[in-house]
């Protein structure tokens, strides 16, 4: 079994092929297809995670799509004052499919 630990918008994720993850926005180049950068790599019993070894591996990935998040509202309140605010957030989304680990 083969699979990695790859960083993808601040975070990490664990990926094997045929995984489909959902990372932050990320542009994809003209045929659709992304390339992340692997931290570890786990093939069977050898794991790797020494810097210039981990430079010879390439994780591809093949953007499935763009999505948005769900809302997120922010609420602020100071009791006595008056004071209120409202704010809401979506994250700019983008669903990968893990395509070659080599």
């Known amino acids: 079994m083969v699979y ?3 960083r993808a918008g601040g975070r990490q994720e664990k ?3 045929g995984t489909i993850v959902t990372l932050d926005r990320i ?4 045929d659709g297809n992304i390339e992340l950068s692997p931290l570890l790599l ?3 019993d050898k794991v790797t995670h020494d810097a210039k ?3 010879k591996v390439t994780v591809k990935a093949e953007v499935l799509g ?3 998040g769900p809302k997120i509202v922010i609420q602020k309140f100071k009791n006595k004052t008056g004071y209120k605010k409202r704010q ?3 994250s700019e989304l983008t669903r990968v499919k893990i395509t070659s680990i080599k």
């Open 4 to 6: 990695a630990i790859v």
């Open 15 to 17: 990926v094997e092929v």
């Open 27 to 30: 542009a994809a180049d003209n």
């Open 42 to 44: 786990v093939d069977g």
């Open 53 to 55: 070894d981990l430079a």
């Open 66 to 68: 763009d999505l948005r």
């Open 88 to 90: 809401g957030h979506r």
